[in-house]
């Protein structure tokens, strides 16, 4: 019923910036919050920032300064601008989504498939 498409993922030497994207399409009714999580091997997934529909933004303490997390309402989309990347950062990076679909009165946790960034040199 509802897709996450991201992209932008790839390869940065450290110091380098990428953007992601993330679009969600389907039987949307609403969206509402969004935000991208990250899991690196062998380490649980992890919270990297958050944005509310009214433009609320919630950041991991590692990001904060670096990271900013934007949104397109009007195209259902989602934007992660990572600059001043670390080595540290590498993971497999997951959108995700709170949407109501029509005709359901619940509201749905939806996940991308994933994109890989890696940082190194």
Known sequence: ??????????????????????????????IYAMGWYRQAPGKQRELVAAITSGGSTNYADSVKGRFTISRDNAKNTVYLQMNSLKP??????????????PGIPVVGDYWGQGTQVTVSS
């Open 1 to 30: 019923q509802v897709q996450l498409v991201e992209s932008g993922g790839g390869l940065v030497q450290p110091g380098g910036s990428l953007r992601l994207s993330c679009a969600a399409s389907g039987s949307i009714f609403s």
């Open 88 to 101: 540290e950062d590498t993971a497999v990076y997951y959108c995700n989504a709170e949407v109501s679909v």
